[in-house]
């Protein structure tokens, strides 16, 4: 299910291209779509029969997995919690009530036991119930989520050279790229912007993703490089420039970026890209979906 490049022009004497997963046909796109399909597809192979996710209000892939639910008439549970950013009404919530999930909410402190005390229920009512994130510390199917974008890798090598750029938020898309470019040798350059974490805990985590799938521990250091300095304070917090990026390329090239992960890892990516000095460079920027997150940031 390839997805279209888009060339953009020009900056610093880079030639900027995009890479349209927001244009994934289905619940408006996104790179959580091709992950969500890999939990769908080792869902059936357990012969599980409900689905359980984790995310807040915000979250693309509670709405994309409550939709995939919804479509194959699968009963569906999301835990969530405070995203920690804006909690004003967010599409996102909208899309996953009206395709059926049962939300479940509880404080972040109590995530590991409101999971395990929702699979003991839904068990004792006859299901076999499939938690996306593994057990209930979220750890256990690093392999599963690590698999979609390992596998497209050939989708976003620019061909023996170039220079990939993406937000980091989970750290599931970022691993599967490391992991396909380690399987393939690639000479790719992968830099991640972080959009929610600080670069330890979102450097570990990618490492362990990576690690899982690839069982062997590989030199992280060597294969990505992972900034936090865009960050603006953390997940969901933005700045004017994060503002007037999203403004400009919607203005300019008609592409809908959001607060919340492109839009910040797109102004991020330039920021990188002056800072260090880029040129003569083919840029490759992974627009990682989040359509219903630019109509929350233009409603306000």
Avoid: W
Wanted: proline share 3%; with cysteine; glycine share 10%.
């Amino acid at each position: 299910m390839e997805t279209p490049i888009q060339s953009i022009g020009k900056f610093l004497d880079n030639e900027i291209l995009i890479k349209r997963e927001d244009l994934l046909p289905f619940s408006f796109g996104g790179n959580k779509f091709r992950i969500a399909q890999k939990f769908f597809e080792d869902m059936e192979s357990r012969n599980c029969n409900c689905i359980i996710t984790y995310g807040g209000i915000h979250s693309n892939l509670a709405r994309i997995v409550s939709n995939l639910a919804s479509s194959q008439k699968i009963p569906c549970y999301i835990i969530s919690t405070h995203d920690g950013g804006d909690e004003s009404p967010a599409s996102n919530d909208f899309l996953r009530r009206i395709s059926g999930a049962e939300i479940v909410e509880c404080e972040k402190k109590n995530i590991a036991a409101t999971v395990e005390t929702l699979i003991e229920n839904l068990k004792n009512r006859g299901y076999s119930p499939y938690y996306t994130h593994g057990n209930s510390l979220g750890v256990g199917n690093e392999s599963t989520a690590t698999s979609a974008y390992a596998e497209a890798f050939n989708e976003f090598d620019l061909g023996g050279g170039g220079h990939i750029f993406l937000p980091v938020g989970t750290g599931m898309t970022i691993a599967g790229l490391i992991a396909g470019k380690f399987l393939n040798s690639s000479r790719v350059k992968i830099t991640g912007i972080c959009v929610a974490k600080d670069r330890q805990i979102t450097f570990e985590r990618v490492q362990n993703y990576v690690d899982t799938y690839l069982k062997r521990h590989v030199d992280l250091e060597s294969l990505v490089e992972i900034t936090d300095e865009f960050l603006c304070g953390g997940y969901g917090r933005i700045d004017h420039e994060v503002e007037d990026t999203i403004r400009e390329i919607y203005s300019t090239h008609g592409i809908a970026l959001d607060p919340i992960y492109t839009g910040k890892a797109f102004r991020g990516m330039k920021k990188f890209i002056e800072k260090n000095h880029l040129s003569g460079e083919k840029i490759l920027f992974i627009h990682t979906g989040g359509l219903p997150l630019f109509f929350d940031f233009i409603r306000k």
